[in-house]
């Protein structure tokens, strides 16, 4: 018999909902919130607010796009956490209001878990997916961690960071050159025009495999700060060098331990994911990475990069086939672990 996984995401600021059948997917629906540029970063309450609005009409999309009706569905996976609170009560409240009035099971998702999983998202039946076991270098604006994935229910934190994560870092840093949220985007642009070896930044000296930026956040910030003093047009001058060469310095920081993990492991498959994965130089240095030397890669399509409910499905689905069911009293979380 084939599981059909209704999922259905709203751990920050994109309200989402998908359809996968046996992990081919059949639709992805996501309605993301604009209202958030003007501040500079996610207002939980605007969010909370914005994903009401949105919640039905994209589980309705979702399901007609994918011709199916409620009744046919195996489960609800929805994401429990980690997330804004306020916003994760939506998206539960929403999966438990439609489990009680349909019958059909629910099944909580850890949102670190379905973008680990994402690479097993099928939109075609005969596309590759990983073997296990693999790492997964799961970077986003609230994380960046190594993580061995012997299974999709068996996870082994390897590394983590200790402070900020590279997303934040990349967020951060663009907020003080003056670009808009956020700033990923922008200096995964304007990187693309600058000369990577023009600035140095100051790497972290952390033992073992854990990560830290905010060191690096420092060194941008008094760079910026020093030179400014001498010309006030300094960043105006300088943003795709400045971009450049952040954008470099985090790329090596993030590949040095990701070394480490896969030379300590001896394992052969890499994957990355989250947010940051969308970022062009990232995905280039992953890739040139294992192909060097003879490593299996996995490089997300950015629609699954993001926060999406594919990824929900996919987890939800994994978890649905090892026989895990949610009761309707289980709470969110806002903080959580792998």
């Not at 100051?202 to 060194?219: A, E, M, V, W």
């Amino acid at each position: 018999m084939s599981t059909l996984i209704l999922g259905i995401e709203s751990s920050c600021d994109d309200t989402s909902a998908a359809v996968i059948r046996d992990g081919l997917l059949l639709s992805n629906v996501i309605a993301s919130q604009k209202v958030h540029e003007e501040y500079g970063g996610v207002v939980p309450e605007l969010a909370s607010r914005a994903h009401q609005q949105n919640i039905v009409p994209v589980v309705d999309t979702a399901l007609r796009r994918a011709g199916v009706d409620v009744s046919d569905l195996s489960a609800i996976a929805f994401t429990r956490g980690p997330g804004l609170l306020g916003s994760l009560l939506v998206g539960t409240s929403f999966a438990k209001g439609l489990s009680l009035g349909t019958g059909v099971p629910l099944v909580d998702v850890n949102h670190l878990h379905g973008h680990i999983l994402s690479h097993f998202i099928r939109q075609e039946p005969g596309d590759e997916v990983p073997e296990f076991p693999y790492l997964c270098l799961l970077v986003s604006g609230g994380n960046s961690q190594i993580v061995l994935v012997e299974s999709p229910e068996k996870m082994q934190l390897l590394g983590q960071t200790i402070d900020d994560a590279a997303g934040e870092a990349f967020d951060k840093c663009a907020k003080v050159m003056g670009l808009p949220y956020p700033g990923g985007p922008h200096i995964d642009r304007l990187a693309a025009e600058g000369d990577a070896q023009r600035f140095k930044f100051s790497k972290p000296h952390i033992p073992g495999l854990d990560y830290s930026f905010s060191g690096l956040k420092t060194s941008f910030l008094y760079t910026l700060r020093d030179n400014l003093r001498a010309d006030a047009d300094f960043v105006e001058k300088n943003k795709a060098h400045l971009a450049a060469s952040l954008q470099r310095t985090i790329i090596e920081i993030l590949l040095d331990k990701l070394d480490k993990a896969a030379r300590q492991t001896g394992v052969r498959t890499i994957a990355i994911g989250g947010g940051v994965s969308a970022n062009s130089g990232v995905r280039q240095a992953v890739a040139e990475y294992c192909q060097a030397r003879g490593i299996k890669a996995f490089i997300p399509q950015r629609a699954f990069t993001t926060d999406n409910a594919a990824m929900v499905a996919i987890a939800g689905m994994f978890r649905f086939q090892a026989g895990h069911t949610c009761p309707v009293d289980a709470a969110p979380f806002a903080r959580v672990t792998i």
